[in-house]
């Protein structure tokens, strides 16, 4: 079972790129690499996903390692309302996404 | 186009009581997902079902707690007889297609349950 380690906390000036990091070094060549993410209260969020090419979309971009073993979150300009819990899943045991404990983003002003 | 619609949001119960938790999954989804969070912890899965069908209830606690998702109507989380570690917030989400390589879940806003 691929197993995700994230940084439990990270802080990033609005206005700038947020770059979230997260190991998967045991990740299967058929396994993907899902973000979502939680703002305070509310149900999680989609936010990307990719198997092993770079992924982008309004959001965020998504950059996978050439072995997979890692890969990178950024959003390119943070706002104060994307401060929230990131989770990195790369975990599809059957039907179901498996949450970690996820990375608390805070942007400041 | 709704999104995943949950009630009640907010719900009190006493001890023992039955607390019954409804998801109305986006138009056209068939495949719904139950997650619990407790206070400051992370979201568990609790139970996979399509229409009429449980196809993963392995996170389900094994007394006191059912799902359904019937043919018509939506999708129940029952809890009997709650306890006061029964408290947390509980979310549905639902998808479109069989299998998650579409990447994407719609999660609700969550039924807060406390248990007095």
């Known amino acids: 079972d691929a197993k995700t380690t994230q940084p439990p906390s990270m802080d990033c000036a609005e206005g700038r790129a947020a770059n979230l990091p997260c190991n998967h070094s045991t990740i299967s060549g058929n396994e993907y690499v899902y973000w979502y993410r939680q703002i305070h209260s509310q149900g999680p969020q989609y936010i990307i996903h990719?198997?092993?090419n770079n992924e982008t979309n309004e959001m965020a971009s998504l950059i996978i390692t050439e072995d997979r073993k890692s890969s990178t979150l950024i959003l390119p300009h943070a706002t104060l309302r994307d401060t929230a819990v990131y989770y990195c899943i790369v975990r599809v045991d059957g039907n179901k996404l498996v949450f970690g404990a996820g990375t608390i983003l805070r942007v400041k002003s | 186009n709704a999104g995943v619609m949950q009630n009640p949001r907010h719900l009190v119960r006493r001890r023992g009581q039955e607390a019954r938790l409804r998801c109305s999954p986006m138009?056209?989804?068939?495949?719904v997902y139950w997650y619990r969070q407790l206070p400051e912890e992370g979201l568990k899965f609790m139970v996979y079902l399509q229409k009429e069908n449980i196809i993963d209830e392995s996170g389900m606690p094994k007394e006191r707690f059912s799902a359904e998702f019937p043919k018509e109507g939506p999708s129940i989380l029952r809890i009997q007889q709650v306890v006061r570690g029964d408290s947390a917030a509980y979310f549905c989400a639902s998808s479109l297609l069989f299998g998650l390589h579409t990447g994407e879940l719609f999660f609700g806003e969550g039924s807060r349950l406390t248990v007095l």
């Open positions: 990719g198997l092993k």
């Open positions: 138009k056209g989804h068939s495949h």
